[in-house]
């Protein structure tokens, strides 16, 4: 049971570029979501997902992109790299509907901007 | 923003000591959970206390909630030096949004 499976594990990036990050997960979680970490502001949700074909934004959506098309899969898009977005990015799965169920978590990807 | 908030934000003990962390939150919440993070690591679920509950307990973790004060405290008996980590809480707000905000974590270091 591999849950939760993001790649890459580390990025490099210029300033102007683009590149999605990777999660899939094998659970069968309706909610997917993505957090970004920073030194000191714990953790910033920037996109969440209900389930197949529905998005909406969280704390931090400015310069990234998601859709959903299949229930195992949630792309994050950055489209133009800045250096502000130089952090740990985390992709997390739960059930939806069955209250209290806790976040499972990929082991992060390292993404700098430079 | 976040809801919760964990107090202190660094701790460090030598092994076989106990350790207690805080969490403050400012609304109401339907349940609260820890989280562990290890170094390079993804989080991982400890433990889900609902609003109803007080105490909860799970191995040599203890996880009380007061709703009247909007705190939870995390208590991990006979610490080893495996458990040095961060330390998240988790509020889920009512009206089952199923989005938990996190607060900034406490750093666990366990001294062998």
């Known amino acids: 049971n591999a849950g939760v499976t993001q790649t890459p594990k580390f990025q490099v990036l210029k300033t102007g570029q683009s590149m999605t990050l990777q999660c899939a997960q094998d659970?069968?979680?309706?909610?997917m979501s993505w957090y970004r970490q920073d030194p000191g502001m714990g953790l910033r949700l920037i996109h969440y997902?209900?389930?197949?074909?529905?998005?909406d934004q969280g704390e931090v959506p400015n310069g990234y992109n998601v859709s959903r098309s299949t229930t195992e899969d949630f792309p994050l898009r950055l489209l133009s790299a800045a250096p502000s977005q130089t952090s740990v990015y985390f992709c997390?799965?739960?059930?939806?509907?069955?209250?209290?169920?806790?976040?499972?978590f990929g082991n992060g990807t390292r993404l700098t901007v430079t | 923003s976040q809801q919760g908030e964990e107090d202190p934000q660094a701790l460090s003990i030598q092994e076989g000591e106990n350790a207690t962390m805080n969490c403050s939150y400012k609304?109401?919440?339907?349940?609260l959970q820890w989280y562990r993070q290890n170094s390079g690591r993804g989080l991982v679920h400890l433990i889900l206390?609902?609003?109803?509950?007080r105490e909860k307990h799970s191995g040599r973790l203890r996880v009380t909630l007061d709703t009247s004060k909007k705190s939870s405290s995390l208590l991990i008996t006979a610490s080893r030096a495996a458990d040095t980590a961060s330390y998240f809480c988790?509020?889920?707000?009512?009206?089952?949004?199923?989005?938990?905000?996190f607060g900034r974590g406490t750093s666990l270091i366990v001294h062998p």
């Open positions: 206390i609902r609003s109803n509950e």
């Open positions: 659970m069968n979680h309706e909610y």
């Open positions: 609304t109401s919440i339907n349940n």
């Open positions: 997902s209900v389930g197949a074909g529905i998005t």
């Open positions: 997390a799965s739960s059930y939806v509907g069955t209250a209290n169920s806790p976040l499972h």
């Open positions: 988790a509020t889920d707000p009512p009206g089952g949004s199923y989005i938990p905000t």
